[in-house]
């Protein structure tokens, strides 16, 4: 294999993940349909989706063991910050971490994202 291109998250509720992304962590659509959105984030930089489920959810528990991580120009206590402000729950510490600093956030679905300044 080459390169990873793309990821997608399969979520409960697609209008309120897309809520979420947009509204609180200031993602822009890229594209959307009525199974999808397609998120970027950093100007273009990174991109990815949320989507319908391509399975039955019920009774399963998403996001475990599932992180993606978004290297960001943004101070990440600056945008820790921000965040907490802007009433997101489910914000981890800074940390310190092989390639920076960083925190993490538990979408509604329990995805982990992480936000990084890169050394």
């Known amino acids: 294999m080459k390169q990873l291109t793309f990821a997608s998250l399969q979520v ?3 209008k309120a993940s897309r809520d979420f992304y947009v509204e609180k962590l200031g993602f822009e659509i890229d594209n959307e ?3 999808a959105c397609v998120f970027k984030y950093n100007k273009g930089q ?3 989706a949320i989507r319908t489920p391509l399975e039955a959810l019920e009774e399963r528990e998403l996001g475990v ?3 993606l991580w978004f290297a960001v120009e943004e101070n990440v206590d600056e945008l820790r910050n921000k965040y907490i402000e802007d009433q997101i729950q489910n914000i981890g510490p800074i940390i310190e971490t ?3 600093k960083a925190f993490h956030v538990q979408d509604i679905d329990g995805y982990k ?3 990084l300044n890169e050394i």
């Open 65 to 67: 063991g599932v992180a």
């Open 12 to 14: 409960k509720d697609l």
């Open 98 to 100: 092989p390639f920076g």
């Open 46 to 48: 990174a991109s990815f």
């Open 113 to 115: 994202l992480t936000f």
């Open 33 to 35: 349909n009525p199974h």
